[in-house]
């Protein structure tokens, strides 16, 4: 994709929080019971932070975007979290923690292979001995589209559309993707490219960091993963 800037600077920062997934009070229960202290990778505005914070576990931080934790500043507690920037499969906070997490398909971010290696090599780093790394991501289905690109309708009103636009590159498994707003108020584009992997490419790569898989379930309360899931929840510890 042309022209993108993988950073999640101002204009991102201001209208993240716009749209919430409806599942973050879920993603705290699990994650409360994992440990009384924690690190996020890719902590953002402190959607899931702030909240595991309030439930009573010490939360830590790393982030790339210093336009995102200006805005998790802006929130009530949100100026009492420590927060390393830097890149989160290289950056630390020189502790470790019961528990480490990175949920919202965040780890699609890092474009290569070896990127998304040396990000579970930095959350064993931080672990525990009898810690966990939790990930939540998407399960891959567009390698099976034709033609390895599509346009999913999203939204449709009297006064605008809203168009998802992904073209899939099974050799590299980048996806780059727009989210395309068209409307009487003009039209906005939200561009973004992720590494997709499939969950067993994950259990390799945890290999690789000296983890193994503890448990896996398709959603936050502990669903059953199997076939047709769309996501997966993944809890890795120590070998």
């Given amino acids: 994709m042309k022209g993108f800037n993988p950073s999640f600077g101002p204009e991102t920062a201001k209208t993240y929080d716009d749209e919430l997934r409806g599942d973050e009070a879920d993603t705290v229960r699990f994650l409360n019971a994992l440990g009384d202290s924690a690190l ?3 902590i953002g505005t402190g959607r899931i932070a702030l ?3 309030e439930s009573g576990v010490h ?4 982030e790339l975007s210093p336009d995102m934790v200006a805005r998790m500043r802006e929130k009530p507690g949100g100026d009492t979290v ?7 499969s290289t950056e630390g906070t ?3 923690y019961p528990l480490v997490y990175l949920v919202f398909n965040t780890i699609t971010n890092l ?5 998304q290696v040396r990000c579970f090599e930095n959350a064993a780093r931080h672990l525990t001995d009898d810690g966990v790394f939790v990930i939540e991501c998407g399960v891959p289905s567009w390698a099976a589209r034709q033609r390895h690109q599509f346009v999913d309708v999203e939204r449709v009103e009297v ?5 998802d636009v992904n073209r899939y590159d099974p050799v590299t498994q980048i996806l780059d993707e727009n989210h395309v707003h068209i409307g009487a108020d003009g039209i906005r584009f939200g561009a973004i490219r992720q590494r997709l992997s499939y969950p067993s490419e994950f259990d ?3 290999r690789i960091a000296g983890l193994k898989l503890r448990d896996r379930h398709a959603g936050w309360n502990a669903e059953p993963f199997v076939a047709d899931s769309k996501r997966h929840v993944s809890v890795y510890e120590k070998v």
């Fill in 204 to 206: 390799l790569m945890a």
């Fill in 51 to 53: 909240p595991l914070k």
């Fill in 111 to 115: 474009l290569t292979q070896d990127d």
């Fill in 159 to 163: 006064d605008h559309v809203d168009l």
């Fill in 40 to 42: 996020e990778f890719a």
């Fill in 82 to 88: 420590e927060v390393v920037l830097g890149d989160m």
């Fill in 59 to 62: 939360v830590d931080g790393v």
């Fill in 94 to 96: 020189g502790r470790t």
